[in-house]
């Protein structure tokens, strides 16, 4: 894929004004070829956002950027419709929920079903409600229960562990992916003591107006979408669009960012967290601050690092092969801020290990730490 192209992508992706992608876009429309742009724009899931662009211009072009924009529009549409279903019904059981991601951002923050394309809802919940809402999910809003990746197995408890479950169910036609946790990243190498805590979150969430439905703080919701990118190698499906979401929480919430930058700190997450905020910035001129980055900078062997896995990789084409499955492992251990934090990853201490697998007693640690190893070298989603 040429400059031209990628150009168009970044554009149409950013949270810029409508009116001032259509000059710009103007320009480079004239330099591709339309059919070519919709096949690249179509993988990393941009063409509603490029038809967006074209439905407000007075460009002539084909029909079938009509046709994704409509369909973005109306599988979206039933999501959202959906998410207003379930916040009503748990909210009628005394339980609060947490739209995450680009969720939240949908249905608050940006409203443009069209140019918000998502594969689940994802949902946060406090620890003590979680196995209500479960229940409630499954008996009253008629979802099945069922993990998507065939490495997970339908077992609550397990799940529980695991920081959440997924359901799906159809409506409208659409096959429905709900995601419920109550950690708010739960991925196999982020570890509790460096994820947020969900109950935090919840209490400092901000209440939708005219829904049941809740969105996080700016500066908490910032840091989720940060770290999920990352959780996505920043370039593993749907790498590329999962971008939108720091830049679209930037540009549309007030940031306190004394506050977001003491958070991430805290956590010990300023590796993974800066090239989030890079390369949302260096693709969709996100304005983040040039302070924030030089504050967030990691030491210069994991910078050097990244990058050349990430160039290597790749930022566009999800379809791609993006890591072998040394240099994925290799490219996680560089997301940690320190040697002590790549240990802890790997070799995780007795009250984080207990969180996801069920151990017991100390003396059990050699045993899972061999399971844990054998977790993070073949139970791992798409490379």
């Not at 096949?39 to 990393?44: I, L």
């Not at 509790?192 to 209490?203: A, D, F, K, V």
């Not at 910032?222 to 971008?243: C, D, M, N």
């Given at each position: 894929m040429n400059k031209d192209y990628k150009k168009i992508l970044n554009l149409a992706?950013?949270?810029?004004?409508i009116e001032e992608k259509i000059i710009p876009f103007e320009i480079l429309w004239s330099k591709v070829n339309e059919e070519s742009l919709f096949?690249?724009?179509?993988?990393?899931e941009v063409a509603s956002h490029i038809a967006y662009i074209l439905k407000s211009s007075n460009f002539e072009y084909a029909s079938y950027?009509?046709?994704?924009?409509?369909?973005?529009?109306?599988?979206?549409?039933?999501?959202?419709?959906?998410?207003?279903?379930?916040?009503?019904?748990?909210?009628?059981?005394?339980?609060?929920?947490?739209?995450?991601?680009?969720?939240?951002?949908?249905?608050?923050i940006f409203k443009n079903n069209a140019c918000s394309p998502m594969g689940d809802l994802?949902?946060?919940?406090?620890?003590?409600?979680?196995?209500?809402?479960?229940?409630?999910?499954l008996k009253e809003l008629g979802f099945s229960f069922k993990f998507r990746s065939e490495f997970e197995e339908e077992d609550l408890e397990d799940a529980f562990r695991g920081g959440g479950t997924e359901y799906y169910k159809i409506v409208e036609g659409y096959k429905v992916w709900l995601e419920l946790q109550w950690r708010p990243i739960a991925g196999r190498w982020i570890q509790?003591?460096?994820?947020?805590?969900?109950?935090?979150?919840?209490?400092n969430s901000i209440e939708v107006e005219g829904s049941a439905v809740r969105i996080l703080s700016?500066?908490?919701?910032?840091?989720?979408?940060?770290?999920?990118?990352?959780?996505?190698?920043?370039?593993?499906?749907?790498?590329?669009?999962?971008?939108?979401?720091v830049d679209r929480v930037v540009r549309f919430q007030e940031i306190d960012w004394n506050n977001f930058e003491q958070k991430v700190l805290k956590l010990g997450l300023k590796t993974?967290?800066?090239?989030?905020?890079?390369?949302?910035?260096?693709?969709?001129?996100?304005?983040?601050?040039?302070?924030?980055?030089?504050?967030?900078?990691?030491?210069?062997?994991?910078?050097?690092?990244?990058?050349?896995?990430?160039?290597?990789?790749?930022?566009?084409?999800?379809?791609?092969k993006k890591f072998s499955r040394v240099g994925y492992i290799i490219f996680n251990l560089s997301?940690?801020?320190?040697?002590?934090e790549n240990l802890k990853a790997i070799f995780p201490p007795f009250d984080s290990l207990k969180i996801k697998y069920p151990i017991k007693s100390k003396w059990s640690l050699p045993y899972f730490y061999l399971i844990r190893i054998k977790d993070l070298l073949f139970k791992r989603a798409k490379l």
């Open positions: 992706l950013s949270g810029l004004h096949s690249h724009a179509q993988v990393d950027w009509d046709n994704e924009y409509k369909e973005v529009d109306q599988r979206v549409s039933v999501l959202m419709y959906v998410l207003d279903e379930v916040g009503t019904k748990l909210k009628e059981n005394d339980i609060e929920i947490v739209a995450l991601k680009n969720a939240g951002i949908a249905k608050a994802d949902l946060l919940v406090r620890s003590k409600d979680f196995r209500n809402a479960h229940e409630i999910i509790p003591h460096n994820e947020p805590n969900g109950n935090e979150l919840m209490s700016p500066e908490d919701n910032l840091l989720q979408v940060a770290l999920h990118t990352a959780k996505h190698s920043y370039v593993r499906a749907p790498g590329y669009r999962l971008h939108s979401d993974a967290v800066y090239f989030s905020l890079y390369f949302s910035k260096k693709l969709l001129d996100t304005p983040i601050p040039d302070k924030i980055l030089i504050n967030l900078r990691p030491i210069w062997y994991r910078e050097r690092l990244i990058k050349y896995f990430i160039k290597k990789a790749g930022l566009y084409n999800q379809n791609k997301l940690y801020d320190s040697i002590k």
